[in-house]
């Protein structure tokens, strides 16, 4: 996206709209964060900040996870036999903590998911579908601001 170009700011939807998109951003949110947590564990095991970090950094910022909804997801996975935890003990302090790391079956079910739900987003014409959509929208915008 250009600077010419920017995203709509969120405070210019009126309060319904900002009503509507918290709702289907939070219902993305929640269901985006089991896989995140997934990828996290692709190449490495993790501790639950690190994985919170990755899905921060890997979401460009848009998404966050508090303590306790990682950790419900993370039980969650467990009980799936998707994931799988070890304690380990931290350097200085002696204190434990679980790091977790996908199991087989996680592994091939997250190369499942990819390849099936989620592997309309490296299609063209859905990333040409995408494009097309943001620059329509900009340009309404834009007229109606004149």
Do not use: C
């Not at 219902?27 to 690190?50: I, R, Y």
């Not at 592994?107 to 494009?131: C, H, K, N």
């Amino acid at each position: 996206m250009s600077p010419s170009e920017t995203a709509l700011d969120p405070g210019e939807l009126s309060a319904y709209e900002q009503q509507v998109l918290a709702s289907w951003s939070d219902t993305h949110k929640k269901s985006a964060l089991m896989l995140f947590v997934l990828l996290a564990l692709t190449s490495a095991p993790a501790w639950s900040g690190e994985i919170r970090l990755f899905i921060t950094r890997a979401s460009g910022g848009e998404l966050s996870v508090d303590e306790q909804s990682l950790h419900r997801t993370l039980r969650r996975l467990e009980g799936l036999n998707v994931i799988t935890h070890t304690a380990q003990s931290v350097a200085g302090t002696g204190a434990r903590r679980k790091v977790y790391e996908l199991t087989g079956s996680g592994g091939r079910l997250l190369d499942a998911f990819l390849s099936t739900t989620m592997g309309y987003l490296d299609e063209p014409e859905f990333i040409a579908s995408v494009q097309a959509a943001q620059r329509t929208t900009r340009r309404r915008r834009q007229s109606s601001a004149r």
